[in-house]
Protein backbone atom coordinates (compact mmCIF):
# COMPACT_ATOMS: atom_id res chain seq x y z
CA UNK A 1 0.00 0.00 0.00
CA UNK A 2 0.76 3.45 -0.12
CA UNK A 3 3.89 4.53 2.41
CA UNK A 4 4.05 8.84 3.35
CA UNK A 5 7.50 9.63 5.00
CA UNK A 6 7.98 12.09 6.58
CA UNK A 7 11.47 14.42 7.83
CA UNK A 8 12.38 15.26 10.22
CA UNK A 9 10.31 13.26 13.16
CA UNK A 10 11.50 16.61 15.55
CA UNK A 11 12.71 19.97 15.18
CA UNK A 12 13.72 22.66 17.83
CA UNK A 13 14.15 25.70 17.00
CA UNK A 14 14.44 29.52 18.12
CA UNK A 15 11.99 31.58 17.61
CA UNK A 16 12.54 33.55 14.39
CA UNK A 17 14.52 31.18 12.37
CA UNK A 18 12.84 29.30 10.05
CA UNK A 19 11.55 25.62 9.93
CA UNK A 20 11.14 23.39 6.80
CA UNK A 21 9.81 19.78 6.84
CA UNK A 22 9.62 17.05 4.32
CA UNK A 23 7.21 14.78 3.10
CA UNK A 24 7.77 11.64 0.19
CA UNK A 25 5.46 9.54 -1.37
CA UNK A 26 5.71 6.02 -2.41
CA UNK A 27 3.18 6.61 -5.03
CA UNK A 28 2.74 9.45 -7.17
CA UNK A 29 -0.51 11.15 -5.47
CA UNK A 30 -3.51 13.12 -6.85
CA UNK A 31 -3.33 15.79 -4.69
CA UNK A 32 -1.65 16.13 -1.13
CA UNK A 33 -2.96 17.90 2.16
CA UNK A 34 -1.24 19.37 4.93
CA UNK A 35 -2.04 19.19 9.08
CA UNK A 36 -1.39 20.75 12.06
CA UNK A 37 -2.14 19.04 15.32
CA UNK A 38 -1.23 21.40 18.27
CA UNK A 39 -0.46 19.62 21.60
CA UNK A 40 -3.50 17.86 22.98
CA UNK A 41 -5.63 18.44 20.37
CA UNK A 42 -6.96 17.05 16.87
CA UNK A 43 -5.50 17.59 13.51
CA UNK A 44 -6.64 20.16 11.38
CA UNK A 45 -7.00 21.05 8.01
CA UNK A 46 -4.29 23.89 6.55
CA UNK A 47 -4.10 23.18 2.55
CA UNK A 48 -4.41 21.05 -0.37
CA UNK A 49 -1.96 21.40 -3.06
CA UNK A 50 -3.27 20.03 -6.94
CA UNK A 51 -1.07 20.32 -9.22
CA UNK A 52 2.48 19.48 -10.11
CA UNK A 53 4.98 22.31 -9.00
CA UNK A 54 2.26 23.80 -7.15
CA UNK A 55 3.39 26.35 -4.52
CA UNK A 56 0.96 28.08 -2.34
CA UNK A 57 1.47 30.60 0.75
CA UNK A 58 -0.70 31.25 3.52
CA UNK A 59 0.80 33.91 5.67
CA UNK A 60 4.70 33.00 6.80
CA UNK A 61 3.64 29.01 5.65
CA UNK A 62 4.93 28.02 2.04
CA UNK A 63 3.58 24.87 0.73
CA UNK A 64 4.96 23.38 -2.52
CA UNK A 65 3.96 20.07 -4.24
CA UNK A 66 6.70 18.37 -6.57
CA UNK A 67 7.21 17.93 -10.13
CA UNK A 68 6.46 14.20 -9.76
CA UNK A 69 3.36 14.84 -7.54
CA UNK A 70 5.45 12.55 -4.89
CA UNK A 71 6.69 14.67 -2.76
CA UNK A 72 6.09 18.36 -1.11
CA UNK A 73 7.36 20.45 1.05
CA UNK A 74 6.45 23.05 4.20
CA UNK A 75 8.44 25.53 5.28
CA UNK A 76 7.26 28.37 7.74
CA UNK A 77 9.60 31.11 8.22
CA UNK A 78 10.20 33.32 11.37
CA UNK A 79 8.57 30.40 13.38
CA UNK A 80 6.71 31.75 16.36
CA UNK A 81 5.58 30.08 19.32
CA UNK A 82 1.94 29.79 17.93
CA UNK A 83 3.80 27.56 15.35
CA UNK A 84 3.90 24.86 18.19
CA UNK A 85 2.41 21.50 17.24
CA UNK A 86 3.03 18.29 14.98
CA UNK A 87 2.45 18.95 11.09
CA UNK A 88 1.33 16.22 9.01
CA UNK A 89 1.57 15.49 5.16
CA UNK A 90 -1.38 13.43 3.64
CA UNK A 91 -2.02 11.39 0.52
CA UNK A 92 -5.45 10.29 -0.69
CA UNK A 93 -5.85 6.91 -2.10
CA UNK A 94 -9.61 6.36 -3.97
CA UNK A 95 -12.53 4.72 -1.74
CA UNK A 96 -15.30 2.56 -2.95
CA UNK A 97 -18.05 5.44 -3.88
CA UNK A 98 -15.88 7.83 -4.86
CA UNK A 99 -14.66 9.10 -1.44
CA UNK A 100 -10.59 9.18 -0.10
CA UNK A 101 -9.20 7.67 2.56
CA UNK A 102 -6.15 9.68 3.13
CA UNK A 103 -2.61 7.83 4.48
CA UNK A 104 -1.08 10.42 7.25
CA UNK A 105 2.88 10.60 7.01
CA UNK A 106 4.36 10.04 10.77
CA UNK A 107 5.00 13.64 11.32
CA UNK A 108 7.02 16.65 12.09
CA UNK A 109 6.99 17.98 16.15
CA UNK A 110 7.88 21.33 16.09
CA UNK A 111 8.92 23.24 19.30
CA UNK A 112 10.03 26.75 19.32
CA UNK A 113 11.94 28.18 22.14
CA UNK A 114 11.76 32.04 23.12
CA UNK B 1 -15.44 23.21 13.72
CA UNK B 2 -17.18 20.53 12.11
CA UNK B 3 -19.65 19.06 14.21
CA UNK B 4 -18.36 15.51 15.56
CA UNK B 5 -18.32 14.04 18.78
CA UNK B 6 -16.64 11.28 20.10
CA UNK B 7 -17.58 9.47 23.66
CA UNK B 8 -16.04 8.65 25.89
CA UNK B 9 -13.06 11.10 25.40
CA UNK B 10 -11.24 9.23 28.21
CA UNK B 11 -10.83 5.46 29.20
CA UNK B 12 -9.92 3.35 30.84
CA UNK B 13 -10.08 -0.56 30.61
CA UNK B 14 -8.61 -3.54 31.53
CA UNK B 15 -7.22 -6.17 29.12
CA UNK B 16 -9.99 -8.24 27.88
CA UNK B 17 -13.43 -6.15 28.51
CA UNK B 18 -15.05 -4.95 25.54
CA UNK B 19 -14.51 -1.68 24.91
CA UNK B 20 -17.00 0.88 22.56
CA UNK B 21 -16.09 4.47 21.00
CA UNK B 22 -18.70 6.73 19.62
CA UNK B 23 -18.30 8.97 17.22
CA UNK B 24 -21.38 11.14 16.32
CA UNK B 25 -21.62 13.48 13.62
CA UNK B 26 -23.91 16.43 12.81
CA UNK B 27 -23.27 17.32 8.95
CA UNK B 28 -24.81 14.40 7.59
CA UNK B 29 -21.44 13.43 5.64
CA UNK B 30 -21.37 10.18 3.91
CA UNK B 31 -17.89 9.45 4.42
CA UNK B 32 -17.00 8.49 8.36
CA UNK B 33 -13.31 7.47 9.85
CA UNK B 34 -11.75 5.50 12.62
CA UNK B 35 -8.00 6.37 12.81
CA UNK B 36 -5.84 5.82 15.87
CA UNK B 37 -2.62 7.86 16.66
CA UNK B 38 0.46 6.34 18.50
CA UNK B 39 3.89 8.18 19.21
CA UNK B 40 6.50 7.69 15.93
CA UNK B 41 3.63 6.06 13.93
CA UNK B 42 1.30 9.07 12.70
CA UNK B 43 -2.61 8.44 12.02
CA UNK B 44 -3.40 5.11 10.84
CA UNK B 45 -6.84 3.83 9.15
CA UNK B 46 -8.27 1.47 11.21
CA UNK B 47 -12.00 1.59 9.39
CA UNK B 48 -14.08 3.64 7.18
CA UNK B 49 -17.75 3.71 6.28
CA UNK B 50 -18.88 5.22 2.93
CA UNK B 51 -22.58 5.00 3.72
CA UNK B 52 -24.93 3.07 6.48
CA UNK B 53 -24.12 0.11 7.06
CA UNK B 54 -21.33 -0.19 4.56
CA UNK B 55 -17.62 -0.05 6.00
CA UNK B 56 -14.46 -1.55 5.11
CA UNK B 57 -10.82 -1.92 6.39
CA UNK B 58 -8.15 0.26 6.58
CA UNK B 59 -4.47 -0.45 7.21
CA UNK B 60 -4.60 -1.93 10.97
CA UNK B 61 -7.72 -2.83 11.12
CA UNK B 62 -7.29 -5.97 13.52
CA UNK B 63 -8.73 -6.51 16.86
CA UNK B 64 -11.17 -3.96 16.08
CA UNK B 65 -14.74 -3.77 14.20
CA UNK B 66 -17.19 -0.94 13.16
CA UNK B 67 -20.51 -0.66 12.74
CA UNK B 68 -23.00 2.76 11.19
CA UNK B 69 -26.78 1.97 11.53
CA UNK B 70 -27.10 5.52 10.62
CA UNK B 71 -25.48 8.49 8.99
CA UNK B 72 -24.83 10.42 12.15
CA UNK B 73 -23.22 7.51 14.46
CA UNK B 74 -20.26 6.07 13.67
CA UNK B 75 -18.96 3.21 16.66
CA UNK B 76 -15.58 1.21 16.86
CA UNK B 77 -15.83 -1.53 18.96
CA UNK B 78 -12.64 -3.29 20.56
CA UNK B 79 -14.31 -6.53 21.31
CA UNK B 80 -11.38 -7.77 24.01
CA UNK B 81 -8.69 -5.16 24.58
CA UNK B 82 -5.47 -5.79 24.40
CA UNK B 83 -2.59 -3.20 25.66
CA UNK B 84 -1.32 -2.71 22.67
CA UNK B 85 -4.92 -0.94 21.31
CA UNK B 86 -3.67 1.51 23.85
CA UNK B 87 -4.07 4.99 21.91
CA UNK B 88 -5.59 8.20 20.93
CA UNK B 89 -8.55 7.96 18.90
CA UNK B 90 -9.62 9.86 16.39
CA UNK B 91 -13.13 10.11 13.89
CA UNK B 92 -12.90 12.19 11.16
CA UNK B 93 -15.44 12.79 8.40
CA UNK B 94 -14.65 14.07 5.02
CA UNK B 95 -12.94 13.32 2.27
CA UNK B 96 -14.98 13.70 -0.63
CA UNK B 97 -13.50 13.37 -4.02
CA UNK B 98 -13.30 16.70 -5.25
CA UNK B 99 -12.61 18.79 -1.68
CA UNK B 100 -10.88 15.87 0.19
CA UNK B 101 -9.86 17.13 3.61
CA UNK B 102 -10.87 15.53 6.42
CA UNK B 103 -12.09 17.04 9.97
CA UNK B 104 -11.76 15.32 12.57
CA UNK B 105 -13.13 15.01 16.04
CA UNK B 106 -11.23 15.80 19.66
CA UNK B 107 -10.15 12.10 20.07
CA UNK B 108 -10.82 9.21 22.68
CA UNK B 109 -7.69 8.48 25.17
CA UNK B 110 -8.04 4.85 25.59
CA UNK B 111 -5.80 3.18 28.04
CA UNK B 112 -6.00 -0.75 28.50
CA UNK B 113 -4.03 -1.78 31.83
Known amino acids: GQQVMQIPQYQHVQEGEDFTTYCNSS?????IQWYKQRPGGHPVFLIQ?????EVKKQKRLTFQFGEAKKNSSLHITATQTTDVGTYFC??????????????FGTGTQLKVEL | DAGITQSPRHKVTETGTPVTLRCHQTENHRYMYWYRQDPGHGLRLIHY???????DKGEVSDGYSVSRSKTEDFLLTLESATSSQTSVYFCAIGGLANTGELFFGEGSRLTVL
Open chain 1, 49 to 53: LVKSG
Open chain 1, 27 to 31: TTLSN
Open chain 1, 90 to 103: AGPEGLTGGGNKLT
Open chain 2, 49 to 55: SYGVKDT
